[in-house]
Protein backbone atom coordinates (compact mmCIF):
# COMPACT_ATOMS: atom_id res chain seq x y z
CA UNK A 1 0.00 0.00 0.00
CA UNK A 2 1.22 2.97 -0.61
CA UNK A 3 2.45 5.93 1.91
CA UNK A 4 3.36 9.16 1.77
CA UNK A 5 3.76 10.71 -1.86
CA UNK A 6 3.14 7.20 -3.76
CA UNK A 7 1.10 5.17 -4.94
CA UNK A 8 0.23 1.31 -3.18
CA UNK A 9 -2.23 -1.38 -5.07
CA UNK A 10 -2.19 -1.86 -8.69
CA UNK A 11 -3.85 -1.46 -12.43
CA UNK A 12 -5.35 -2.82 -16.74
CA UNK A 13 -4.25 -1.92 -20.07
CA UNK A 14 -4.25 -5.33 -21.61
CA UNK A 15 -4.30 -5.51 -24.92
CA UNK A 16 -2.48 -9.31 -24.97
CA UNK A 17 -3.94 -10.75 -27.72
CA UNK A 18 -0.32 -12.04 -28.84
CA UNK A 19 0.98 -12.39 -25.45
CA UNK A 20 1.79 -16.03 -24.34
CA UNK A 21 0.74 -17.01 -20.50
CA UNK A 22 0.63 -19.95 -21.20
CA UNK A 23 4.68 -20.13 -21.06
CA UNK A 24 4.43 -18.68 -17.98
CA UNK A 25 5.53 -15.91 -19.36
CA UNK A 26 3.63 -12.47 -20.88
CA UNK A 27 4.73 -9.70 -23.12
CA UNK A 28 4.32 -6.04 -21.76
CA UNK A 29 1.15 -4.76 -23.49
CA UNK A 30 1.31 -2.02 -26.06
CA UNK A 31 -0.93 1.10 -23.69
CA UNK A 32 1.78 0.31 -20.95
CA UNK A 33 4.86 0.46 -23.27
CA UNK A 34 3.36 3.59 -24.61
CA UNK A 35 2.55 5.35 -21.63
CA UNK A 36 5.82 4.19 -19.78
CA UNK A 37 7.76 5.79 -23.09
CA UNK A 38 6.14 9.10 -22.69
CA UNK A 39 7.64 9.74 -18.90
CA UNK A 40 11.07 7.53 -19.81
CA UNK A 41 9.93 4.65 -17.29
CA UNK A 42 11.07 1.13 -18.86
CA UNK A 43 7.85 -0.07 -19.78
CA UNK A 44 8.43 -3.79 -17.90
CA UNK A 45 8.90 -1.57 -14.57
CA UNK A 46 5.38 0.05 -15.14
CA UNK A 47 3.71 -3.01 -15.55
CA UNK A 48 5.24 -5.33 -13.21
CA UNK A 49 3.93 -2.49 -10.81
CA UNK A 50 0.40 -2.65 -12.14
CA UNK A 51 0.41 -6.70 -11.82
CA UNK A 52 1.32 -6.50 -7.98
CA UNK A 53 -1.07 -3.61 -7.30
CA UNK A 54 -4.19 -4.72 -9.42
CA UNK A 55 -3.95 -7.70 -10.48
CA UNK A 56 -6.69 -10.70 -11.57
CA UNK A 57 -7.34 -13.56 -13.31
CA UNK A 58 -8.55 -13.19 -16.44
CA UNK A 59 -9.07 -15.72 -19.24
CA UNK A 60 -5.76 -15.01 -20.89
CA UNK A 61 -3.58 -15.04 -17.38
CA UNK A 62 -3.36 -12.90 -14.61
CA UNK A 63 -3.63 -9.14 -15.49
CA UNK A 64 -4.39 -5.67 -13.86
CA UNK A 65 -7.70 -4.68 -13.41
CA UNK A 66 -8.62 -1.00 -13.36
CA UNK A 67 -11.77 -1.18 -11.14
CA UNK A 68 -10.03 -2.23 -7.96
CA UNK A 69 -9.94 -0.59 -4.65
CA UNK A 70 -7.61 -0.48 -1.60
CA UNK A 71 -9.08 0.28 1.55
CA UNK A 72 -7.56 0.32 5.25
CA UNK A 73 -5.12 -2.07 3.66
CA UNK A 74 -8.32 -4.58 2.14
CA UNK A 75 -8.91 -5.30 -1.78
CA UNK A 76 -12.15 -4.96 -3.32
CA UNK A 77 -12.53 -5.66 -7.29
CA UNK A 78 -15.44 -4.55 -9.13
CA UNK A 79 -16.89 -5.71 -12.61
CA UNK A 80 -17.53 -2.01 -13.88
CA UNK A 81 -16.31 1.22 -13.15
CA UNK A 82 -19.35 2.57 -12.11
CA UNK A 83 -19.91 -0.12 -9.55
CA UNK A 84 -15.88 0.79 -8.11
CA UNK A 85 -16.78 4.65 -8.60
CA UNK A 86 -19.96 3.92 -6.14
CA UNK A 87 -18.52 2.06 -3.68
CA UNK A 88 -15.79 4.33 -3.45
CA UNK A 89 -18.37 6.59 -2.28
CA UNK A 90 -19.08 5.16 0.72
CA UNK A 91 -15.19 4.31 2.04
CA UNK A 92 -14.77 8.32 1.32
CA UNK A 93 -17.52 8.79 4.46
CA UNK A 94 -15.58 6.39 6.53
CA UNK A 95 -11.98 6.38 5.71
CA UNK A 96 -9.14 8.57 5.39
CA UNK A 97 -8.46 9.41 1.76
CA UNK A 98 -4.78 8.53 2.86
CA UNK A 99 -5.86 4.91 3.48
CA UNK A 100 -7.50 4.61 0.42
CA UNK A 101 -5.90 3.71 -2.95
CA UNK A 102 -7.65 3.59 -6.32
CA UNK A 103 -7.60 2.26 -9.94
CA UNK A 104 -5.31 0.13 -11.72
CA UNK A 105 -2.07 1.41 -10.18
CA UNK A 106 -3.48 1.74 -6.89
CA UNK A 107 -3.04 5.52 -6.34
CA UNK A 108 -3.34 7.05 -2.99
CA UNK A 109 -6.33 9.46 -2.78
CA UNK A 110 -4.83 11.52 -0.30
CA UNK A 111 -0.97 11.35 -0.78
CA UNK A 112 -1.47 11.37 -4.73
CA UNK A 113 -5.25 12.97 -5.25
CA UNK A 114 -3.93 16.15 -6.91
CA UNK A 115 -2.87 13.80 -9.84
CA UNK A 116 -6.95 13.95 -10.84
CA UNK A 117 -10.15 16.39 -11.16
CA UNK A 118 -11.79 13.84 -9.88
CA UNK A 119 -12.66 10.32 -7.96
CA UNK A 120 -14.28 9.61 -11.30
CA UNK A 121 -11.11 10.52 -13.27
CA UNK A 122 -9.49 8.51 -10.50
CA UNK A 123 -10.79 5.17 -11.87
CA UNK A 124 -9.38 5.92 -15.91
CA UNK A 125 -7.17 3.37 -16.51
CA UNK A 126 -5.31 5.88 -18.83
CA UNK A 127 -5.30 8.49 -16.53
CA UNK A 128 -4.12 6.63 -13.21
CA UNK A 129 -1.29 4.54 -15.49
CA UNK A 130 -0.12 8.11 -16.47
CA UNK A 131 -0.22 9.32 -12.72
CA UNK A 132 1.86 5.89 -11.72
CA UNK A 133 4.62 6.74 -14.35
CA UNK A 134 4.56 10.13 -13.22
CA UNK A 135 5.54 9.19 -9.60
CA UNK A 136 7.73 5.89 -10.52
CA UNK A 137 10.13 8.41 -12.46
CA UNK A 138 9.90 10.74 -9.78
CA UNK A 139 11.10 8.23 -7.60
CA UNK A 140 14.08 7.01 -10.00
CA UNK A 141 14.95 11.01 -10.51
CA UNK A 142 14.91 11.21 -6.50
CA UNK A 143 17.85 8.12 -6.33
CA UNK A 144 18.54 6.83 -10.12
CA UNK A 145 20.59 3.99 -10.12
CA UNK A 146 17.77 0.72 -9.85
CA UNK A 147 14.43 1.17 -11.20
CA UNK A 148 13.59 -1.54 -8.63
CA UNK A 149 15.06 0.40 -5.80
CA UNK A 150 12.53 3.17 -7.59
CA UNK A 151 9.32 0.77 -7.42
CA UNK A 152 10.16 0.57 -3.37
CA UNK A 153 9.90 4.09 -3.28
CA UNK A 154 6.41 4.05 -5.52
CA UNK A 155 5.29 1.84 -2.64
CA UNK A 156 6.72 3.01 0.50
CA UNK A 157 8.98 6.33 -0.32
CA UNK A 158 10.51 5.86 3.43
CA UNK A 159 12.27 2.67 2.58
CA UNK A 160 13.07 -0.09 4.97
CA UNK A 161 11.50 -3.58 5.39
CA UNK A 162 8.22 -2.65 3.27
CA UNK A 163 9.72 -1.08 0.60
CA UNK A 164 12.61 -3.79 0.22
CA UNK A 165 9.46 -6.55 0.44
CA UNK A 166 7.94 -4.83 -2.23
CA UNK A 167 10.95 -4.58 -4.38
CA UNK A 168 10.92 -8.97 -4.20
CA UNK A 169 7.56 -9.10 -5.42
CA UNK A 170 8.49 -6.57 -8.52
CA UNK A 171 11.46 -8.98 -9.24
CA UNK A 172 9.42 -11.90 -9.19
CA UNK A 173 6.86 -9.85 -11.36
CA UNK A 174 9.65 -8.91 -13.99
CA UNK A 175 10.65 -12.68 -14.55
CA UNK A 176 7.49 -13.49 -16.10
CA UNK A 177 8.13 -10.68 -18.70
CA UNK A 178 9.30 -10.85 -21.74
CA UNK A 179 10.87 -7.33 -23.04
CA UNK A 180 8.77 -5.50 -25.44
CA UNK A 181 11.07 -4.27 -28.97
CA UNK A 182 13.66 -1.95 -27.97
CA UNK A 183 12.92 1.95 -28.48
CA UNK A 184 14.58 4.44 -26.41
CA UNK A 185 12.70 6.22 -23.87
CA UNK A 186 12.31 9.82 -23.95
CA UNK A 187 12.31 11.80 -21.06
CA UNK A 188 9.34 13.25 -19.88
CA UNK A 189 8.74 16.37 -21.79
CA UNK A 190 7.73 19.76 -19.13
CA UNK A 191 5.25 21.49 -21.88
CA UNK A 192 3.46 20.48 -25.08
CA UNK A 193 0.33 18.63 -26.29
CA UNK A 194 -1.20 16.30 -23.98
CA UNK A 195 -0.59 12.48 -25.30
CA UNK A 196 -3.21 10.77 -27.61
CA UNK A 197 -4.95 7.96 -25.83
CA UNK A 198 -3.81 4.60 -26.45
CA UNK A 199 -5.40 1.02 -26.75
CA UNK A 200 -5.67 0.33 -23.27
CA UNK A 201 -7.73 -3.63 -23.47
CA UNK A 202 -8.67 -6.26 -26.09
CA UNK A 203 -11.75 -8.07 -25.02
CA UNK A 204 -14.55 -6.12 -24.95
CA UNK A 205 -15.79 -3.98 -28.34
CA UNK A 206 -15.24 -0.32 -28.60
CA UNK A 207 -18.67 1.58 -27.60
CA UNK A 208 -19.89 3.54 -31.00
CA UNK A 209 -19.80 6.92 -29.02
CA UNK A 210 -16.20 6.52 -27.95
CA UNK A 211 -14.79 5.09 -30.72
CA UNK A 212 -13.03 7.56 -32.49
CA UNK A 213 -10.52 7.84 -28.82
CA UNK A 214 -8.64 5.37 -29.35
CA UNK A 215 -9.38 3.16 -26.70
CA UNK A 216 -10.85 -0.20 -26.05
CA UNK A 217 -12.79 -0.25 -23.07
CA UNK A 218 -13.19 -3.37 -20.35
CA UNK A 219 -16.42 -3.02 -21.00
CA UNK A 220 -18.57 0.29 -22.33
CA UNK A 221 -17.56 3.37 -21.26
CA UNK A 222 -20.23 4.82 -18.55
CA UNK A 223 -21.62 8.40 -18.47
CA UNK A 224 -20.19 10.49 -16.16
CA UNK A 225 -21.92 10.70 -12.59
Same mark, same amino acid.
Given at each position: ?????V??G?????LA???? *?????? /??P? !??????????????????????E?????????? &??? *????V???????????? @? *????????K???L????????Q????W =? !?????????????? /?????? +?????????????? *?????????? &? @??G??????????? /????T???????? @?????? =???A???V????????? +????? /? !????????????
Amino acid at each position: MATRGVLTGAALLLLASAHC *WSSGTQ /TVPD !GYTKVAREHGVPPEALYSVALQESSRTLPRGVR &PWP *WTLNVAGKGYRYKTRLE @A *WQALQVFMKTHSLKRIDVGIAQVNLGW =N !GSHFTSTWEALDPY /TNLNAA +AVILRECWDRKPGS *WLDAAGCYHH &P @AGGQAAARYRSFIR /TKLATLQSPPSQP @APAPAD =NGPAPAPVQLADNAPVP +AATSN /T !GFVWIEPRSPRP
